[in-house]
């Protein structure tokens, strides 16, 4: 991969994360101002984070690491750190739901597999 192939890659990234985020942030609109909630900018840089950790396991695979395994611990750490908050967050509101998680996890795995 060439130097503007990757910032190409990573400009698809941060798309997928940015579609997700209008798309997560719009559901949230009828919320009141000041509440938290995991939209646009969020997204973003899930998307983002995701293609970056592809691409680090991508150049330690080439320098003669274990394909992957950089990618699933960037993967479970950042899964347990939203759920996380997610789940304090549902807990204080009293609102109960899965979708941002779903939606955090496949972000991720789609700004990963745009740089593969």
Do not use: Y
Request: contains cysteine; aromatic residues 10%.
């Amino acid at each position: 991969m060439d130097n503007l192939e990757i910032f190409q890659r990573l400009g698809l990234a941060i798309a997928i994360g940015a579609t997700v985020g209008i798309e997560r942030h719009w559901r949230e609109r009828d919320e009141e101002d000041g509440s938290p909630t995991a939209g646009i900018r969020t997204f973003t840089l899930i998307g983002m984070f995701g293609g970056v950790a592809a691409l680090i396991d991508h150049l330690l695979a080439i320098s003669g690491g274990i394909p992957g395994l950089m990618l699933i611990g960037f993967f479970v750490t950042f899964m347990a750190a939203f759920t996380l908050f997610q789940m304090r967050e549902a807990i204080a509101e009293a609102s109960f739901s899965v979708t941002s998680i779903i939606a955090a996890m496949l972000t991720f795995s789609l700004g990963a597999l745009s740089i593969c």
